[in-house]
Nanobody, 125 residues
């Protein structure tokens, strides 16, 4: 299983970016996919989570991004997006995708937790 993140870049304050994260491999089902971020000299913090359910899913956000960031899912792909609007300099960080999922291993279904590579978001004028 691999998680591939993309979409980072440089944006001015008040601007927008959209991050994508796609899980690939022998995936049986996904419990949740999340975005974390880590700024220099800071711990890695949870930003947003998409919980996969049969009816679609639910979302959860850190207070610092509520109303500005939206996490969503592509139903046809094992992909989540993080739409980031009204970006602030304090949003500058490396953003990491995380997946809690079940994978197939032969006839077995095994739960695992996976990280994607980071994608850098820089908010600066």
């Amino acid at each position: 299983v691999q998680l591939q993140a993309s979409g980072g870049g440089l944006v001015q304050p008040g601007g927008s970016l959209r991050l994508s994260c796609t899980a690939s491999g022998r995936i049986y089902s996904i419990n949740r996919m999340s975005w974390y971020r880590q700024a220099p000299d800071h711990e890695r913090d949870l930003v947003a989570t998409f919980i996969f359910t049969h009816s679609g899913g639910s979302t959860d956000y850190d207070d610092s991004v509520k109303g500005r960031f939206t996490i969503s899912r592509d139903n046809d792909k094992n992909t989540v997006y993080l739409q980031m609007n009204s970006l602030k300099p304090e949003d500058t960080a490396v953003y990491y995708c995380y997946g809690d999922l079940y994978r197939l291993s032969g006839a077995a279904v095994i739960q695992g937790k996976y990280w994607g590579q980071g994608t850098l978001v820089t908010v600066s004028s």
